[in-house]
């Protein structure tokens, strides 16, 4: 590619999204020195899966941050628009391809993504898939594409214990400009789905209110937005 870059859609790539602040078990030490390093790696395919929240599309927008050129694309999101949505998109040198289940037995879709893979491949660029389960139980139709698929280095993205995600938690808190203190985490876990996704959404609700109303975030306050 040649001339500015100029990123083809219009939805949010979180900018505070990095690999540095992944913060997640030593089980996943492997996978996260590969993502380090993908840009440059001889390994140019990728696919990481694991269970909804365990980090899958932080690690991918990270990616697209360290990335400037890489293009993140939420299937999830782009499932209404079909798959032609994809077009073009063999150009890019970087494709961070996020919930390939949602597609997956899905024959339009399948196609367009099997050319995609081997349009990217021939012009050696780089593609890294994610799913919430392995490539072994992903429901693909398309033999072909499942046999392109095998060809990526498969990483399972392990779920963090509750410490490491008490510390996300107020590590993306104070990236907001917010003041998270240890037991106000606490609760909010307590009270709350563990799941990271889920997390996340609280801490942005909280981020939201606290804003508008001009409160610290303190467990009141927590009560009173989110209604516990």
Sequence with gaps: MSGTFQYPFNFPVHSQLLLSNFVTSASNSALLHFLQHFKLSPEQLCYIWGGRGCGKSHLLQALCQDNPSAVYLPLQVLLPYGPQVLEGLENYNMLLIDDLHVVAANQEWEEKLFQLFNAVAAKEGRLCFSATVSLKHLPLNLADFR??????????????????????????????????????AQYIMLRNSRNMHDLMAVLDKLDTFSLVEQRRLTIPFVKDVMFW
């Design 147 to 184: 046999s392109r698929l095998q060809l990526c280095v498969s990483f399972e993205v392990e779920q963090s214990d509750d410490t490491d995600k008490a510390i996300a938690l107020r590590l993306r808190a104070q990236q907001l400009g917010l003041e998270l203190k240890e037991e106000v």
